[in-house]
């Protein structure tokens, strides 16, 4: 079991940055891929990045290859997205997600993560 809770969301100017984290409660951590996924009104949640368990592997969404990062600090069980050069349509809720999977390539689609957190708004302003 594993408990994930975000925070460090908020409003921002385009061209801004933001770093996002994820709290994660559970023994499982450590050995969990961990991805970040965002959602505006009316669509659908769409994948962000994630990062495999030992973090040898992460993977973006083109939408934010270049400008986001991903990464994790076992020793206080958080894992971060890092974002820079914001859009405003970077505007969304971002969710964070942990899955149990021991595959060298995280997963990259919501039906591979067991726990999400709860959201955190971010809002970026033209």
């Known amino acids: 079991q594993v408990q994930l809770v975000e925070s460090g969301g908020g409003l921002v100017l385009a061209g801004g940055s933001l770093r996002l984290s994820c709290a994660a409660s559970g023994r499982t951590f450590s050995r969990s891929a961990m991805g970040w996924f965002r959602q505006t009104p009316g669509k659908e949640r769409e994948f962000v990045g994630s990062?495999?368990?030992?973090?040898?592997?992460?993977y973006y969404a083109d939408s934010v290859k270049g400008r986001f990062t991903i990464s994790r600090d076992i020793a206080k069980s958080t894992v971060y997205l890092q974002m820079n050069s914001l859009k405003p349509e970077d505007t969304a809720v971002y969710y964070c997600?942990?899955?149990?999977?021991?595959?060298?390539?995280?997963?990259?689609?919501?039906?591979?993560?067991?726990?999400w957190g709860q959201g955190t708004q971010v809002t970026v302003s033209s």
């Open positions: 997600a942990a899955s149990s999977t021991l595959a060298r390539n995280p997963p990259v689609n919501v039906m591979g993560y067991d726990y």
């Open positions: 990062i495999n368990w030992n973090n040898v592997s992460a």
